[in-house]
């Protein structure tokens, strides 16, 4: 064997030594950690390189200098062959409950930075990476605790990964809290120090660089010396060194196979494509010197086209730092920068520059790297065969795609004076410039369009006028073929003087060549953008005295001065100004000792383990012998009958073991796969589907992955013969009586007369429209269940559930069996938002029904694609209103009709009613009249979201006071303010729910938002801003909601052990709500009682155990944002039963001993017999089952009239959370709800065919929000409202109603987009007094882009024109 060629693959996780001498060369390193090693920190989101759940650090060693080099990958997307030679550390690496908790673990726990979970260690390992990297910098030494990165960098490290759950805030800081140049006066709430303590690093868990922790093992650095390429035909995967290497392993195939070979670099394309083929070669083309190099000579930059986008951008900055800056400086700035947007740190560490291109050549990708090195005139090496090929890169991309063993060899970036065209005498300057517009700022988006320009300009002689000498346009990703240069635009600007008459031709020149594919999506968008772009970038240029403002979207505005602490970061480390993207917050919390530890903002029980990887999900529980795993076979049709499945290839695929469907359903046993009060849902398609997405069968294989492959290769045959179309439409619904019924007692009740208050009103909207789409949870894990047969026909399932005891029912049901023989456990839950109530049912069915047939544990994972088009998701609707109000802004009748969207089944939707109007009574409404129906459709069920109706019925409010104050031309927060409540209307709106008159505490709470968030001064500074800003707008608003709450009724189980350790169980689940921590502290407080004294902390005694119907019945739902209480209530319930059953012994020990410890008082109760455990079942009295909750949020938000792009300045909210059992929980609910709500209202299309299938189904289509899309500044409040007689321990739920509190950057956004059109209408010359608009939720780009004008640039210069014209005509 050549030296340096290994046949085995050789590696190391967390210092262990892995040797394999086959492998199949698909397999992800993900797919090995997760299910061939103990390492399962490493979570699977999405697959597909979007979440960052799988992030890990992979290190490598090059002996020659000795140095070891450590970045993040995505696990789900590295090739595990890939990586031999190399050391991977994931976070249980770092540090674990055996060896102790790295301070990242530590930090992350005692910042309150962790709820579910399942993001915190991919997050860790990113920030671990920053920390790491910092280190290897130059900069001085930091002060001891800290590390050399700074701020900006800290929070850009986690830029790209998601967490459904925290709102990013407390992440936030606990990552900042590393940085060299940070303001520990800055960082939020923890548990390190309390308010007016010193904040002093000594008290954050100490963090040094020299931690101990080796990411490369001595032992793999003695073993590579002389063996780091794999070359085996085991594993099909090989390593050639050089191009004549690579030739020949090519030229061994037949051409018909080639495309059986797979050439590889990153393999991130995988995350794109997700191509299933087979391969029966991968050559990893990483190691051929000509494809990794980066070589710069006088006339340009040649880069390699295996050299990650990450090493590219080094190299890049690198160049761009030398000597004072040329032309050439700017330009590799410039694309550095741009580069820096592509995706997220973890994966372009690993993507090529040449996979990208290629991809782009190849199969359409919507590439930034081909846009911008198209308008710096690239050019690239290619090898074909034997020959070699030199292309301009727009030669390139034009071609025909390339055949799969065509390669990329390298990419020349020509330095500017070789493009420069010198036919001018005069002194030319070069400008290059670059774009992009996608929904997140950072990157990890794709973009609507791009766009970079090159420009040689000079100065025309006789006046200040502009000459464009030479250009180079390209757009690119707007939905086309590939990146292209717009010629035709080049051609008729060069050579030309630059005026706006001139721009203007050019813009319409460019209109007609910017033109999407069909079928594109918002493609007028996409053209408008590119209109943008090249105005942003000419018109700085363009000679028009001050008329048009020097730089729109990158530059800075007009000169007005703009808040710096907003806009920008200094960071001191190394001079250079950043974006900052949490650039402050502030949380004011009070802490309050009467139940304590109940009200402490102690950490939530389990984080560090959370943080390490080591907290057990279900999908992390080791497979049981003979595990068998399942994939659905879903629908594509909305109605169908069903008329068998083969599969695409001849044979059945690999690994499958069997089909489940309808058939194998056993007798007894009933088709039913979820169930709720209101009806059932079958767990499979019988002879028809019903909706697309309906599960048909379910593959059973030996691996996720073969079942997933088979149930892709499942083609279902269908047949529509006589059948009735389907009903798709809530219209149609109507059309067909096709409705659910709604129980009378859910049904909303009218307010008032609505004839007589419509009678009264000076104005009158009649018939207004509000459409309102759906959301998805994406919890980041997705639905998952493993089934183990057990003795005597019983089952075990083990099910990430909100509410396992109704999975018992309906897996008892469909197996035929008691329900005392399925026993349903369910531990923790990677977020469910609702999701996983009624919707974890059918997949924890289906697996129980596979194992009962096939007498095997059968799990299932879903795959992101699948969950999503299972979901159902939040419930969209059509509404129809016609209110009446005063001149004076008082509403005297407000009449609704709302056609809510449920689905095919029942689910939860008739509820949907009742939770939307108790919300949207928060105003003083007059008369409220409505008429709501529950459409049954042929879509998949819609289900409970976080604030399920609420959060639409509190925007329907907000639309119609906004509608109702633009008709006016009032400001709208004059006519909130008109329309709340008094405490007497708050009686009549919500009768019996009301509660007290002290308790309505939400006109204190609007007032003291407006003082703490200056609101009204804001007023002013926002006019002014608006009125010196043509291309950037600001919008600010208050926003008040009230939410109703039910309690439920709730068991719990208390058992103190022979130790005095406390077990703790209750019918709630932990979700990453932190309801464990609530319990706890509860628990806590109640045994704490028997001591008096207080001196002794059973918190830590105490431990709340997986849920597990057999052990604790009537569990019911975790839901509706009340379970916490009331499982505390249950708990308290339990304990106060146990200190009077142990108070009398307490007692007599205490006559006889003095001082009684709790360790010997158990002790004795033991001895003595005494019953130690106790159950309850807490039913809360009428009086205290229903209560408002209040709050109020002030948004202000800037948007962008050029791209349509939104960024939330600021945020203040005030909650009011009574007495709140644990105040860091709480706010943690607040700050992950209002986000999730910004998802809602601002970003997250979730959308479908015309079919009803679901096409939003992945990270690529779905935006949920990042840090970079939540406020830049961020204030909550909490606020303690004092004693409630009738709640537990005086608090308040806070799990779901500071969702509707987003609203507030909804409405920012219209407020925004008025001045916007004003200005639009000023430009026509027209009366720009008011403007009423619809603006639609979510508020995205194209949403807001469209409402300022997609033609905002042509309808501006058209008026420069019309100015100019009238000039001129004066002077004549
Ligand atoms: C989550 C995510 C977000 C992204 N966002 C963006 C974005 O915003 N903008 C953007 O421009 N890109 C984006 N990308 C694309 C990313 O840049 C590419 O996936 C990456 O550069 C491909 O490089 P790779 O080394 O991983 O290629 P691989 O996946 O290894 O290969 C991709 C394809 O190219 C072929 N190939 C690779 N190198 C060569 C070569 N030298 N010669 C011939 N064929 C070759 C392979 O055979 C394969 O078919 C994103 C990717 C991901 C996963
Ligand atoms: S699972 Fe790898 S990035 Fe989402
Ligand atoms: S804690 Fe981040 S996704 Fe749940």
Known sequence: ???????????????????????????????????????????????????????????????????VEDFTISSCLTLLCSLNGCSITTSEGLGNSKDGFHPIHKRFTGFHASQCGFCTPGICMSLFSALRNSEKTPRPEPSPGFAKLTVSEAEKAIAGNLCRCTGYRSISDACKSFAADVDLEELGLNCFWRKGENRDVSRLPFYSHRDGICTFPEFLKREIKNKTLLNSKECSWYSPVSVEELQSLLGSEEADNWTRVKLVVGNTGMGYYKELDHYNKYIDLRHIPELSIIRRDSTGIDIGAAVSISNAILALKEESKHGPQSYKEVLFKKIADHMDKIASEYIRNTASLGGNLVMAQRSQFPSDIATILLAAGALVDLQIGTKSLKLTLEEFLESPPFDSITILLSVRIPFWEQIRNDSSKTQSRLLFESYRAAPRTLGNALPYLNAAFFAQVSNYKDCDGVILESLQLAFGAYETKHAIRARKVEEFLTGKLLSVGLLFEAIKLLQGIIVPDDNASHAAYRSSLAVSFLFDFLCPLVDNGDEIPNGGINGAINGFPIDAKVESTYDKLDNTIRPSLLSSAKQVVEVLRDYHPVGEPTTKTGAEIQASGEAVYVDDIPAPKDCLYGAFVNSTRPLARVKGITFKSSSIPDGVVGIITVKEIPKGGENIGARSIFGTEPLFADDFTRYAGQPIAFMVADTQKHANMAANCAVVEYDNENLEPPVLTVEEAVEKSSFFEVPPFLNPKNVGNFSKGMAEADHRILSAEIKLGSQYYFYMETQTALAVPDEDNCMIVYSASQCPENAQIVIAKCLGLPHHNVRVITRRVGGGFGGKAIKSLPVATACALAAHKLRRPVRIYLDRKTDMMMAGGRHPMKINYNVGFKSNGIITALHLDVLINAGISEDVSPVIPHNMIGPLKKYNWGALSVDMKVCKTNHSSKSAMRAPGEVQGSYIA????????????????????????????????????????????????????????????????????????????????????????????????????????????????????????????????????????????????????????????????????TTSESSCEAVRLCCNALVERLIPLKERLQEKMGTVSWDMLILQAHLEAVNLSASAYYVPDITSARYLNYGAAVSEVEIDLLTGATMILRTDIIYDCGQSLNPAVDLGQIEGAFVQGIGFFMLEEYLTNSDGLVVSDSTWTYKIPTIDTIPKQFNVEIWNSGHHQRRVLSSKASGEPPLLLAVSVHCATRAAIKEARKELLSWNGSDASHSTFQLEVPATMPVVKELCGLDNVERYLESLLSNQQKLNSSYE
């Open 958 to 1121: 907000e639309a119609v006071i906004e509608h109702v104050a633009s008709t006016l031309s009032m400001e709208v927060d004059f006519v909130r303010d008109k329309n709340l409540h008094t405490f007497e209307s708050l009686k009549v709106f919500y009768e019996g729910g009301s509660g007290e008159a002290f308790e309505y505490t939400l006109p204190s709470v609007m007032d003291r938002l407006a003082s703490s968030s200056n609101f009204h001064q804001r007023f002013e500074v926002i006019r002014q801003f608006n009125c010196c800003n043509k291309w950037k707008k600001r919008g600010i608003s208050r926003v008040p909601i009230v939410h109703d709450v039910m309690v439920r009724p709730t068991p719990g189980k208390v058992s103190l052990l022979n130790d005095g350790s406390v077990v703790v169980e209750v019918g709630g689940i932990e979700l990453g709500q932190g309801l464990w921590t609530k319990v706890k502290q509860m628990a806590a407080f109640g045994l704490g009682q028997v001591l008096l004294d207080g001196n002794c902390s059973l918190l830590e005694r105490v431990r709340v155990i997986q849920a597990d119907t057999l052990s604790l019945v009537q569990g019911g739902f975790t839901a509706g944002s």
């Open 1 to 67: 064997m050549e030296s340096g060629i290994g046949e085995k693959l050789v590696f190391a996780i967390n210092g262990e030594r892995f040797e394999l001498s086959t492998i199949e060369p698909s397999t992800t390193l993900l797919e090995f950690l997760r299910s061939q090693t103990c390492f399962k920190s490493a979570k699977l989101g999405c697959g597909e390189g979007g979440c960052g759940a799988c992030v890990v650090l992979l290190s490598k060693y090059d002996p020659v200098l000795d140095q």
